[in-house]
């Protein structure tokens, strides 16, 4: 057989990939003449009014056309959701009647459409599902792939047929199949943050399309683990975050653990709040960062250390095991921020610790044992080997006595045998030694390291940073708060510009204060609040009103000094 796929979308999951090249092999192995026509991930609408479908394969050949909905539920699962498992089968429905409609305008005597689910699951663990029947719509197992495509069907299309009807559904441009994603759940101009290759959990940076927010968005495909806890993983992280969010140093939860939308069953995903802070191996560049501070930055990691230990009960703490120079944010009131709670150890009745060895870039910050075991001997003694080799490199290469004595403190945590490490009591004794009764306030730190919760004082008035909107060459732009010096209390919410040198800042200062008066006629356009005198190194050049769900180029469009920033 001649089998064409088109890849209209990126695949979402491994599930998906599995049933295409299931199909596309099997199709292939098959001799002959005839043609068929695979359209994956296709984004399908009748009408540009309403939000397009999303189909995971429209396949097209001699028999007809067949609309595929890939699922990898479990029995146990669909035993346990039968009112979800109605609701897709009335989606794949509608998406096929849909595609009959449109495709019956260029061959009126098309036959029928069927929709099929195509459960991906290894076909011993769901055979009693095989031919079943739910709302009209027939379960397959991957053996039973002729029936989902009714290869076996009598032929009612031309080879030229199937090519004409692929050329009408198949998108002008497609998308390259390499696993990513743009929107999810409501949230666009996703990033890709993790490996490609790595499909269990894959982590994305984003924002809300109308508030902006930034977000880090956790995402996992429970088809591409093969293990039976796969679930009881995918869940460890948020229900670590969970257990952590009336500490300071924890990432806030934005979205709870859920159901993918379209996904149910396959994918969850959960969001936290993007604090668009530094990590520390970006932060020890930063030649503003004093001895001082950064002591005062690793007495304070340590004492969060401490206390996630603490969360978890005596015979069974709480581990973090991810601790790397990439996991450990520094704020801009030069506390730590811990994320990475992929690998922690919380108490629980279900152990779903890995039993292989983390591989990557920062084995050095992983304990000896390891390394050499896997992380299930990880305990509180390899965090503190992980935590000192990560915060070591705050003093390296620095030549004051201070920077020299923190490393001979940390060093005490990286005895090779875990008896021989200090305790996290003592690291943090030893730390608060070098700084003296009390450390001073930390100056607060060049723009573009600045972070969320963040006050910056601008012509008198105080305004709170929301989020980070974007940066670029020239500046950096920011969701802020104005507050009220006395009652705290929120005032109004702008935009605000920070210049990030003197050149290049005092341009964009005069476009500013050029454009100033002639925007209060433009609807679409945010009117500039204020704009500073003359430019100043980290603090504001200029403040717009915000227009919920305006695209941020609408802020800067007029401005040509701005187009790198975009």
């Known amino acids: 057989m001649k089998v064409t796929v088109f890849h209209c979308s990126p695949v979402v999951n491994e599930s998906e990939q599995k049933a295409i090249e299931h199909l596309k092999n099997r199709l292939q192995s098959i001799g002959g003449d005839d043609r068929w026509v695979l359209l994956t991930n296709l984004a399908f609408s009748v009408t540009h009014q309403l939000q397009s479908d999303e189909i995971d394969i429209v396949v097209i050949g001699p028999p007809g056309v067949r609309v595929i909905e890939v699922k990898h539920w479990t029995s146990q699962w669909v035993d346990s959701h039968a009112d979800l498992v109605e609701q897709e089968a009335d989606r794949v429905t509608n998406k096929a009647r849909k595609i009959g409609t449109t495709l019956r305008k260029i061959v009126p005597d098309l036959p029928h459409v069927n929709g099929a689910i195509l459960m991906t699951q290894e076909p011993a663990k769901v055979k009693r599902f095989a031919d079943k029947e739910v709302r009209g719509v027939r379960f397959h197992t991957l053996n039973d792939w002729k029936g ?77 683990y093969d293990e039976k806890n796969a679930e009881a993983k995918a869940k460890r992280e948020f229900e670590s975050l969970h257990r952590l969010q009336l500490r300071a140093w924890a990432p806030r939860i934005l979205d709870s653990y859920q159901d993918a939308p ?37 007495r304070s990691a340590v004492c969060a250390l401490d206390e996630l230990h603490k969360v978890g009960t005596g015979d069974e703490p709480m581990i973090h095991r991810n601790l790397t120079p990439r996991t450990i944010l520094v704020k801009h009131d030069n506390s730590p921020i811990l994320t990475g709670f992929d690998r922690t150890k919380i108490p629980s009745d279900i152990s779903v610790a890995s039993s292989g060895a983390p591989t990557g870039e920062w084995d050095a ?51 090779e045998n875990p008896e021989d490490r200090c305790t996290m009591k003592g690291l943090g004794t030893s730390l608060s030694d070098l700084l003296g009764e009390s450390a001073p306030q930390p100056a607060p730190p060049p723009a573009r390291f600045w972070t969320e919760e963040q006050v910056v004082p601008f012509h008198g008035h105080d305004y709170r940073i929301v989020a980070r909107l974007g940066s670029g060459g020239i500046g950096t732009t920011f969701k802020v708060v104005e507050i009220d010096r006395s009652t705290k209390e ?16 005092t341009q964009v200062l005069r476009a500013y204060s050029l454009a100033r008066s002639h925007l209060g006629r433009h609807s679409s356009l945010s009117a500039i609040f204020e704009v500073a005198r003359e430019w100043r190194e980290n603090d504001f050049i200029a403040l717009m009103t915000w227009i919920e769900g305006s695209p941020l180029r609408e802020f800067t469009g007029v401005f040509p000094l701005l187009a790198e920033e975009q």
């Open 148 to 224: 989902a495509i009714g290869f076996d069907s009598r032929q009612a299309l031309s080879a030229e047929q199937v090519t004409m009807l692929g050329r009408q559904l198949e998108p002008k441009s497609a998308v390259a199949m390499d696993g990513s994603l743009r929107r999810l759940a409501g949230y666009v101009n996703l990033e890709l943050q993790t490996p490609k290759e790595q499909r269990f959990h894959r982590i994305y940076k984003g924002s809300h399309p109308a508030r902006r927010d930034r977000v880090v968005l956790h995402l996992y495909d429970l088809s591409a």
């Open 490 to 505: 929120d005032l109004g919410t702008y935009v605000a510009k920070v210049g990030h040198n003197a050149e290049t800042g």
């Open 262 to 298: 379209g996904y149910a069953g396959e994918m969850f995903f959960f969001t936290v709040v993007d604090p668009a802070a530094p990590c520390i191996e970006e932060r020890a560049s930063d030649a503003t960062w004093d001895t001082t501070s950064r002591l005062a930055f690793a």
């Open 365 to 415: 910050t992983v304990a000896p044992e390891v390394r050499a075991q896997g992380l299930t001997v990880a305990d509180h003694r390899s965090d503190v080997y992980s935590l000192c080799a990560c915060l070591t490199g705050l003093f390296h290469g620095r030549v004051d006595e201070a920077s020299r004595q923190a490393i001979e403190a940390l060093v005490k945590g990286l005895g």
